[in-house]
């Protein structure tokens, strides 16, 4: 850890610097927004563990990747998930030094292809993919963070590529069909569109829990009821009933003319009885990297 106060809190605002970043990576090693956010704080909260191993500041970036990386293999490994394939022989693919046609148009394609598609790639092909054509990485940057050789890397992004394309064009780009909301869910937007706090935290379970992220997590029904007080301080926001991933999830529009909603949140239900809360108000990112269906 940072001996003094001052070169703490640089580290800490560089983690949270990083953090868009690191769940555009995530996300799409592990399939879901969801998923990635929570591989995202798993490696910051080990970065602050291991910040003594960080022996250099310009090695800060791939050290936090490679935290990254290896968490998310571990968050598979715990789903079964995980598509294990050697990197063999290398394509022979440019220095990218000045990106190709071809470059241009992969990265085109690799940023439009939706985050749980990216599961269908080996794990090797993907993350290189993933690093390269949606983040942007060298090569030779690749090769480091992934301790691979230059060859390796070239390979497994020829790969990834061909296995995305050939998914792409076998799939379609058509989202899925939206289904029809929970009674629960479409009462809880309702009440919270009309301002009607009361009856919203009526249905507060007692021992409800509220995630805001970047913020500890509240528990208790007394507690978590001003959550909604702090919603009441502004009256330019609305929510609507989406779906992400298949959960469904309370899309919060900040102002009316927005085309797309800024965030939003999960609700768990049980018994008709809020459960848990889970706000992205504070991680942005995650409803930008998501892939947001209305009825």
Excluded at 143 to 163: M, N, T
Excluded at 191 to 212: G, H, K, S, T
Excluded at 240 to 256: D, L, M
Aim: charged share 25%.
């Amino acid at each position: 850890m940072p001996e003094s106060t001052s070169s703490r809190e640089e580290f800490l605002a560089r983690l949270a610097e990083m953090r868009p970043e690191l769940h555009r990576y995530c996300a799409r090693l592990t399939g879901s927004v969801f998923d990635g956010e929570d591989v995202v704080q798993s490696t910051l909260v080990r970065a602050v563990e291991e910040a003594d191993k960080l022996d250099e500041v310009r090695h800060f970036r791939a050290w936090l990747f490679r935290i990254a990386h290896n968490r998310a293999i571990d968050h598979l490994r715990a789903k079964n998930r995980r598509r294990a394939e050697p990197l063999d022989a290398a394509a022979h693919l440019p220095d990218d030094s000045s990106p190709s046609p071809a470059d241009v148009l992969a990265r085109r394609e690799a940023t439009a292809t939706a985050i749980e598609r990216f599961l269908l790639l080996s794990v090797g092909p993907r993350s290189v993919v993933i690093l390269k054509d949606v983040l942007g990485h060298s090569l030779s940057d690749i090769s480091a963070l992934l301790d691979l050789s230059l060859a390796a890397v070239k390979s497994a992004l020829h790969r990834g590529r061909a296995q995305l394309r050939n998914l792409n064009t076998a799939l379609g780009n058509s989202d899925q069909a939206a289904k029809a909301f929970s009674p629960e869910m479409s009462r809880y937007i309702a009440l919270f569109n009309a301002r009607d706090w009361d009856p919203l935290r009526a249905l507060l379970a007692e021992d409800v829990r509220l995630d805001q992220t970047t913020h500890p997590i509240s528990q208790g029904k007394s507690v978590v009821g001003n959550f909604f007080t702090r919603y009441a301080a502004t009256d330019n926001w609305h929510l609507a009933a989406a779906w992400v991933e298949g959960r469904e999830v309370a899309a919060v529009f900040a102002a009316a003319k927005d085309e797309r909603p800024g965030y939003f949140m999960e609700i768990r239900w049980s018994n008709g009885e809020i459960l848990a809360i889970r706000d992205f108000r504070y991680a942005r990112y995650v409803a930008e990297n998501a892939s947001i269906t209305f009825a």
